[in-house]
């Protein structure tokens, strides 16, 4: 009788053989260093790459550690998203988008509050860099020799910080606060404050910039007040700072003081749009629930979360250098009725 003979299918070695990750790199059709990639750090490469490297691993047999290798679940580590404060509602949709985009990817989410606190994401860019493969930083309160540094480290993108060298998302709330601007001068508005944010804040100074340049054009006062914090407990005393200001309108740094504003000048018994208006930034969830439901910047915040975590995903997955370092995304005033005419100046009114 004759010996049985194994019979070698398609792809696959006979029996005795034992799959190299060379043959599992030569079916898949990339380079064994690729496919050793694929197979142990599959967040490293493409997920067309991986699927064709695990196909192949699995019609060879190919067995590592002793163990055959089945396809698992991409999970390609942690990426820590660094918010400033994670009770405001700005970045509700900004941690939504990047755990929905990071979890299609194959990543996990670690969220990290730095409490408006400098000092505190410094440490923790430093504590967990050894414990995430990227990081996304929103309103990234550090100087930009620090952003630098970080990103020379670990992949890092930001949203709202324009750092040389380092890969952002801004969104674009000048444009809204000139916007905001040309819209309390059609009103009859020629006196309006800026409540200022935190003095650490990029956009903070971008807006007061832009404040100060649309003032010169249109022939009017622009005045600062603040800086306050960037909630709503700050705005009573924000308030009567603008009260006693003289000015009859103002913008906010963000939605959530200009609500506070609002809630104080209704204690005051001031009418809002009748003898003050109010601007806001950020359309926040509830931004239109306030009363008078608050005009405020409208601003692609969920839009921002996603292209960050793909700015990010694209660098960790291919070359740094091929990946697109900045995008700007536009924003939009939204009317509302906590604007209205100025006041009249006629002593009789």
Same mark, same amino acid.
Request: hydrophobic share 35%; proline share 8%.
């Given at each position: 009788?004759?010996?049985?003979?194994?019979?070698?299918?398609?792809?696959?070695?006979?029996?005795?053989?034992?799959?190299?990750?060379?043959?599992?790199?030569?079916?898949?059709?990339?380079?064994?260093?690729?496919?050793?990639?694929?197979?142990?750090?599959?967040?490293?490469?493409?997920?067309?790459?991986?699927?064709?490297?695990?196909?192949?691993?699995?019609?060879?047999?190919?067995?590592?550690?002793?163990?055959?290798?089945?396809?698992?679940?991409?999970?390609a580590g942690a990426v820590a998203v660094l918010v400033p404060d994670i009770t405001n509602p700005y970045f509700f949709d900004v941690i939504r988008s990047t755990q929905h985009q990071l979890k299609a990817a194959g990543y996990r989410q670690m969220l990290v509050d730095t409490e408006e606190d400098i000092d505190l994401e410094a440490s923790?860019?430093?504590?967990?860099?050894?414990?995430?493969?990227g990081f996304v930083l929103v309103a990234a309160r550090l100087g930009d020799d620090q952003l630098v540094a970080a990103a020379a480290k670990t992949p890092l993108v930001t949203i709202n910080r324009d750092t040389p060298g380092v890969p952002t998302v801004v969104i674009n709330t000048p444009e809204g606060?000139? !916007?905001?601007?040309?819209?309390?001068?059609?009103?009859? /508005?020629?006196?309006?404050?800026y409540i200022a %944010? *935190?003095?650490? &804040?990029?956009?903070?100074?971008?807006?007061?910039?832009?404040?100060?340049?649309?003032?010169?054009?249109?022939?009017?006062?622009?005045?600062?007040?603040?800086?306050?914090?960037?909630?709503?407990?700050?705005g009573p005393a924000a308030a009567d700072a603008?009260?006693?200001?003289?000015?009859?309108?103002?913008?906010?740094?963000n939605d959530l003081v200009a609500i506070g504003i609002l809630a104080r000048l209704s204690e005051r018994g001031i009418d809002v749009p009748g003898e003050l208006s109010v601007v806001g930034c950020d359309d926040i969830f509830g931004a239109d629930f306030c009363n008078p439901p608050l005009t405020t910047i409208t601003a692609p915040i969920e839009q921002a979360g996603r292209v960050a975590t793909d700015l990010l995903i694209s660098r960790l997955r291919v070359d740094?250098? !091929?990946?697109?370092?900045?995008?700007?995304?536009?924003? /939009?005033?939204?009317?509302?009725?906590?604007? %209205? *005419?100025?006041? &009249?100046?006629?002593?009789?009114?």
């Open positions: 009788m004759d010996a049985p003979v194994d019979i070698a299918q398609p792809g696959i070695p006979a029996s005795g053989h034992s799959p190299t990750l060379k043959e599992v790199a030569a079916m898949s059709g990339v380079a064994a260093s690729t496919a050793s990639r694929a197979l142990t750090q599959p967040g490293r490469v493409s997920r067309a790459t991986l699927e064709r490297v695990r196909e192949a691993a699995e019609q060879l047999g190919y067995i590592a550690s002793g163990r055959a290798r089945q396809p698992q679940p991409v999970q923790y860019l430093d504590e967990f860099r050894s414990s995430v493969v606060v000139q !916007q905001a601007v040309e819209h309390l001068f059609s009103l009859g /508005h020629r006196d309006i404050a %944010g *935190p003095p650490t &804040s990029w956009s903070d100074s971008r807006r007061w910039i832009v404040m100060q340049s649309a003032a010169e054009q249109l022939g009017i006062t622009v005045r600062r007040l603040g800086p306050y914090h960037p909630s709503r407990r700050s603008l009260l006693n200001s003289g000015s009859t309108a103002c913008i906010a740094f740094a250098s !091929q990946s697109r370092t900045q995008v700007v995304l536009p924003t /939009h005033l939204t009317m509302r009725a906590s604007t %209205g *005419p100025a006041p &009249s100046t006629d002593p009789r009114r």
